[in-house]
């Protein structure tokens, strides 16, 4: 559910996809990756996603990205130049942090906007903002989930729009069940290490708190849907 509404904020509100944008997700083959990637998708854009090995490069072309770059073995901002013809693109979304920055930044068009959302390989360190206006006149934001959910309408507006995304088919939700969670441990890559300990202890609370409701397949044709109320907020009802 968290990383649902972090790609509908990130896509819907933060920078608005549409038909024709040039899209830049890094950590394409990631939780919050593979739902930006086929959302993005699904709305029009080009989509061009990075990743840190030949394995997950398969699972992000699977999942939405016209283009995959293994940002291990390639200059991922030359290619990103070469793939949109030395336009670069409308948004970068950028989960990884401290190892991507600030090529990042060297990947936008003109006016073009960089979105932090997450820092797996370490934090972005301090720059100086004129860096900006030397490369195109950018935008840069960190923006955060829990701005976006300070209020009741926006919470039922932005689950609303992510359950129509899954009940159609444009995004399927990957879930590996708690018994198998040493699977996806094992599929992390070395940057993902960083934020291991901080996601497991999300984990255990969200286990601790025992109030995930599974809904009946039937209500989304074959779907399942996790619905589940952190104690800062109100439930999600429908």
């Given amino acids: 559910m968290l990383k649902g509404l972090t790609a509908q904020y990130l896509l819907r509100r933060t920078f608005r996809v549409e038909p024709g944008h040039s899209v830049l997700i890094h950590a394409a083959a990631g939780g919050v990756g593979l739902i930006l990637s086929q959302w993005a998708k699904h709305l029009g854009a080009t989509v061009i996603g990075t990743v840190g090995s030949p394995e997950k490069a398969e699972v992000a072309a699977q999942n939405g990205c016209d283009h995959v770059i293994n940002y291990g073995e390639e200059n991922f901002a ?15 979304y950028d989960g990884v942090g401290k190892a991507t920055f600030p090529a ?12 932090s959302f997450g820092v797996s390989s370490g934090p972005i360190e301090s720059f100086n903002i004129m860096m900006l206006a030397e490369k195109g006149s950018l935008y840069a934001t960190w923006p955060v989930l829990t701005r976006y959910l300070a209020k009741r309408e926006d919470v039922l507006s932005m689950s609303q729009e992510l359950f129509d995304v899954i009940g159609s088919g444009a995004v399927v939700i990957r879930i590996h069940a708690v018994e198998k ?47 589940y109320q952190p104690p800062c907020c109100s439930a999600i009802a429908y």
């Fill in 78 to 92: 030359k290619r990103v130049r070469e793939i949109t013809q030395g336009e670069g693109c409308d948004v970068v």
């Fill in 104 to 115: 990042s930044l060297d990947c936008l068009k003109p006016m073009g906007c960089f979105v």
């Fill in 181 to 227: 969670a040493y699977l996806a441990h094992k599929g992390l890559g070395p940057g993902d290490e960083v934020v291991f300990q901080h996601i497991k202890g999300r984990v255990r609370r969200l286990l601790r708190w025992k109030n995930v409701v599974m809904t009946s397949a039937n209500n989304w044709s074959g779907r399942i849907r996790t619905v």
